[in-house]
Antibody, heavy 120, light 110 residues
Framework: QVQLQESGPGLVTPSETLSLTCTVS??????????WSWIRQPPGRGLEWIGY???????NYNPSLKSRVTISLDTSKNEFSLKLNSVTAADTAVYYC????????????WGQGTLVTVSS | QTVVTQEPSLSVSPGGTVTLTCALN?????????PCWYQQTPGHPPRTLMY???SRSSGVPDRFSGSILGNKAALTITGAQADDESDYYC??????????FGGGTKLTVL
C-alpha cells in the first residue's frame, strides 16, 4: 500500500523560499503510470493544484504559480520536492502531496498534509 | 481564466437525495475532462469518492454515484446519512495537463 508523507519547515519568512519533501513508501516514484503532485489548501478555503513531476523529470505547473514553483524528483531516495519562492502570507496553507494517475485528476493516495505559515 | 464552479452549500434530509454539480465557465463538462469527486472532513486530507466521471473508488458506498447531467458533472447521494456531512470537491483534467478544482460544496445533513 503506497503511503506519502510530507516534511519540511512549518514557518517560512516572507520573501524566502518554501521547501517541502514528500517521501513515498510502499511503491516507487519511477513508475510511468503516475504523476507526483502537490496541492495546497489555505485555511478555511478550497483546494488548489500546484503542479506535478513525472518519472522522466518532466513537470507541469499551475499557471498562476508557474513563475515561482519548482517540483523535482529524487528516484534514489524515492521522494519528490516542492520549492516555492518569494512567498507571502497568501501562501500560508496546508500543503499536500499526492499520487496522481497519469492524464487524469485522480489523486490517490494523499499525504496527511503539513501546515506552512508564512510570517515574520 | 478557466474556473470550475460548485454550489457553495447544500442541505439534505437524512435518507434524502441530493445532487452536487461541477460546471466550467468556458463550456460544457464532458467525460473528456475525467471528472473526479473528493470528500473532505475537517483536519483530514481529501478522500476520493469518484474518478473518471462514474467509477467509484474502493470502499465507497454505492449510495454515491457520478454522472454528466446536461453540461455539468454531477455527484448524487441517494439515502444520505449523517456522516455524509462534509465538504465535497470536484476536479477536472484540462487538455493542457493542468488540474482544476472547484471551490467546494459544504453539505449539511439535517
Amino acid at each position: 500500500q503506497v503511503q506519502l508523507q510530507e516534511s519540511g519547515p512549518g514557518l517560512v519568512t516572507p520573501s524566502e523560499t518554501l521547501s517541502l519533501t514528500c517521501t513515498v513508501s510502499g511503491g516507487s516514484v519511477s513508475g510511468g503510470a503516475y504523476y507526483w503532485s502537490w496541492i495546497r489548501q489555505p485555511p478555511g478555503r478550497g483546494l488548489e493544484w500546484i503542479g506535478y513531476v513525472y518519472f522522466t523529470g518532466g513537470t507541469n505547473y499551475n499557471p498562476s504559480l508557474k513563475s515561482r514553483v519548482t517540483i523535482s524528483l529524487d528516484t534514489s531516495k524515492n521522494e519528490f520536492s516542492l520549492k516555492l519562492n518569494s512567498v507571502t502570507a497568501a501562501d500560508t496553507a496546508v500543503y499536500y502531496c499526492a499520487r496522481q494517475r497519469r492524464s487524469s485528476v485522480w489523486f490517490d493516495p494523499w499525504g496527511q498534509g503539513t501546515l506552512v505559515t508564512v510570517s515574520s | 481564466q478557466t474556473v470550475v464552479t460548485q454550489e457553495p452549500s447544500l442541505s439534505v434530509s437524512p435518507g434524502g437525495t441530493v445532487t452536487l454539480t461541477c460546471a466550467l465557465n468556458s463550456g460544457s463538462v464532458s467525460t473528456s475532462y475525467y471528472p473526479c469527486w473528493y470528500q473532505q472532513t475537517p483536519g483530514h486530507p481529501p478522500r476520493t469518492l469518484m474518478y473518471s466521471t462514474n467509477s467509484r473508488s474502493s470502499g465507497v458506498p454505492d449510495r454515491f454515484s457520478g454522472s454528466i447531467l446536461g453540461n455539468k458533472a454531477a455527484l448524487t447521494i441517494t439515502g444520505a446519512q449523517a456522516d455524509d456531512e462534509s465538504d465535497y470537491y470536484c476536479a477536472l483534467y484540462m487538455s493542457s495537463g493542468i488540474s482544476l478544482f472547484g471551490g467546494g460544496t459544504k453539505l449539511t445533513v439535517l
